[in-house]
C-alpha cells in the first residue's frame, strides 16, 4: 500500500481557495487517489476520487500531475462549515479486497 | 450516496461486559466490511476487514478474540467487544463496500459509535 504524506494542519480564512497537496511516492499503477473529509464524532465523507490530470465535482477539484506522485485537493471559496479533517488515500479501484488505510491526514482550521 | 447506519450511536458500558455494535448496509449489499478504532485526535485505525460468510481478517496487534466480528449477511457486521475495559473506550467506525451498479466497488462509512468504558 503506498504511503500518503499529508501536512498536518493548515489554517486558511472564509471565503479563500485552500489548497491541500498530498505526496505518494511509491503509487502504483492501478492505484486511484481518493480523499475523505471528516468532521469530530462522525465518519468519513468521500469528497472525490481520481487517477490523472484533473476531476471536479460539486464540491472539490483534484490535481494529480504526470507521474502521480503527489496530487492536490482544491476546495473553492472555503465556509467555517469546512474545518475538518481532511484525509488522502491511495489504493486500488477495483480489488474488492483492498484495505482502506487513513494517515494521519491534515487538519483544517477555516477561520472567519 | 450509500447509506450505512450504526447502532448504537454512543453506549457507556461498566468494566468486563461486552458491548456489540452493528453496522448495515441499507440500500447495497455489501461484500466486505471494514472496522475502524479512532482515538481522540488521532487518525481511524483499521482493526478488521470482512467478507460476507467468511472468518474476519485482524490487522497486527489487534486481538481477534477481545473484538469478534461477525458478517452473517450482506448487509450486517457487527463488532463485539468482549470484556471490555478503560482502554477500549474510542470511537469505533465501520465502512461498507458494495457495488450498486457502478462500474467500481464504492466504500461507504458510517456515522460511527462512541464507547465508554467506565
Known amino acids: 500500500l503506498a504511503k500518503t504524506t499529508q501536512p498536518i494542519s493548515m489554517d486558511s480564512y472564509e471565503g479563500q481557495e485552500v489548497n491541500i497537496t498530498c505526496s505518494h511516492n511509491n503509487i502504483a499503477t492501478n492505484d486511484y487517489i481518493t480523499w475523505y473529509q471528516q468532521f469530530p464524532s462522525q465518519g468519513p465523507r468521500f469528497i472525490i476520487q481520481g487517477y490523472k490530470t484533473k476531476v471536479t465535482n460539486e464540491v472539490a477539484s483534484l490535481f494529480i500531475p504526470a507521474d502521480r506522485k503527489s496530487s492536490t485537493l482544491s476546495l473553492p471559496r472555503v465556509s467555517l462549515s469546512d474545518t475538518a479533517v481532511y484525509y488522502c488515500?491511495?489504493?486500488?479501484?477495483?480489488?474488492?479486497?483492498?484495505?482502506?488505510?487513513f494517515g494521519a491526514g491534515t487538519r483544517l482550521f477555516v477561520k472567519a | 450516496g450509500a447509506v450505512v447506519s450504526q447502532h448504537p450511536s454512543r453506549v457507556i458500558c461498566k468494566s468486563g461486559t461486552s458491548v456489540k455494535i452493528e453496522c448495515r448496509s441499507l440500500d447495497f449489499q455489501a461484500t466486505t466490511m471494514f472496522w475502524y478504532r479512532q482515538f481522540p485526535k488521532q487518525s481511524l485505525m483499521l482493526m478488521a476487514t470482512s467478507n460476507e460468510g467468511s472468518k474476519a481478517t485482524y490487522e497486527q496487534g489487534v486481538e481477534k478474540d477481545k473484538f469478534l466480528i461477525n458478517h452473517a449477511s450482506l448487509t450486517l457486521s457487527t463488532l463485539t467487544v468482549t470484556s471490555a475495559h478503560p482502554e477500549d473506550s474510542s470511537f469505533y467506525i465501520c465502512?461498507?463496500?458494495?457495488?450498486?451498479?457502478?462500474?467500481?466497488?464504492?466504500?461507504?462509512f458510517g456515522p460511527g459509535t462512541r464507547l465508554t468504558v467506565l
Open positions: 465502512s461498507a463496500r458494495g457495488h450498486r451498479g457502478a462500474s467500481y466497488n464504492e466504500q461507504f
Open positions: 488515500l491511495v489504493g486500488a479501484r477495483n480489488t474488492g479486497g483492498f484495505k482502506t488505510i
